[in-house]
Structures are given as C-alpha cells and as structure tokens.
C-alpha cells in the first residue's frame, strides 16, 4: 500500500479520534482532555500538507535540478545523454 493512502488514513482516524476529546474536555470543563483532543486534531489536520509536499516530491520524478547532486550539474558528458529528442 502507498504511503500516501496510510498517512491519509491514519490523518482522517486522528481527527475523529479528537472530537470525543474536544467534546468531552469542553463540557466537563477539563483541560487534559480538551489539550489532548487539540493534540489529537492537529497532527491530524497537519499530516495533509505534508501529503502534498510527499506527493508533488515524488510525481517531479528522480532528477529536478535542486536535489541533483553538484557533479551531476557540471558534468557536461551526464547531460549529452539527456538532451530532449526531436520528434
């Protein structure tokens, strides 16, 4: 399975796993649960920007110029090979 789709899973389980917390710490008046349930809200409501950012990463493909390594931008012979082909 993809890590997208465990991180998507585990992102959506955490944040309903927060309501209870969040309604209960609020009624009740008790601040560990309604901290817990914040905890529990925000990891998973901040796991999908760092979908994105996983995914944009690996649909770039293996070579973009900011994560080639040094030798690999000015070796002229790495890139003669690359060169786009006419149609």
């Known amino acids: 399975m993809r890590l997208s789709i465990v991180l998507q899973t585990i992102a959506g389980l955490l944040t309903l ?7 209960v710490g609020g ?13 529990l809200f ?6 999908a920007p760092l ?8 649909s770039r493909g ?4 900011r994560e080639a390594p040094l030798w690999k931008i000015l070796d002229p012979h790495y ?4 060169r786009p082909q006419g149609r």
Not at 17 to 23: D, E, I, R, S
């Open 17 to 23: 796993l927060a309501v209870p917390f969040l309604y």
């Open 62 to 65: 293996p070579l973009h110029l």
């Open 27 to 39: 009624t009740r008046g008790n601040a560990l649960l309604l901290a817990l349930g914040f905890l």
């Open 79 to 82: 890139w003669r090979d690359r």
């Open 51 to 58: 979908l994105r950012y996983i995914i944009r990463r690996e």
């Open 42 to 47: 925000t990891t998973g409501m901040i796991i």
